[in-house]
């Protein structure tokens, strides 16, 4: 089993940055490919981002290609999101999941543990 906790969520003006940064529990961590979806109210859940388990290959959704970056830190058990640029429509409560397939998933039934989610907030 893995627990996996988010933080770095708030509200920033369009145009600024945040970072993210999701915390996950054992051992096993640098096994795991993770992921980050976004769900804004009344939309159904985003693939933004994964990346292997080793850190070498990434995915990105061309709505935040250029913007976001991806990164991990398996030493601290910890993948983070910087996010530049941020728009309105960046809005969204972000969630970090991990998945053991060997390749990069871009749907969230292939991920089998999530986070609780952080708020992110962008205003014009």
């Known amino acids: 089993q893995v627990q996996l906790v988010e933080s770095g969520g708030g509200l920033v003006q369009a145009g600024g940055s945040l970072r993210l940064s999701c915390a996950a529990s054992?051992?096993?961590?640098?096994?795991?490919?993770m992921g980050w979806f976004r769900q804004a109210p009344r939309k159904e859940r985003e693939f933004v981002v994964v990346?292997?388990?080793?850190?070498?290959?990434?995915y990105y959704a061309d709505s935040v290609k250029g913007r976001f970056t991806i990164s991990r830190d398996n030493a601290k058990n910890t993948v983070y999101l910087q996010m530049n640029k941020l728009k309105p429509e960046d809005t969204a409560v972000y969630y970090c999941?991990?998945?053991?397939?060997?390749?990069?998933?871009?749907?969230?039934?292939?991920?089998?543990?999530w986070g609780q989610g952080t708020q992110v907030t962008v205003s014009s």
């Open positions: 054992g051992r096993t961590f640098s096994n795991y490919a």
């Open positions: 990346i292997s388990w080793s850190g070498g290959s990434t």
């Open positions: 999941a991990a998945t053991s397939r060997v390749l990069l998933p871009r749907g969230a039934y292939e991920y089998d543990y």
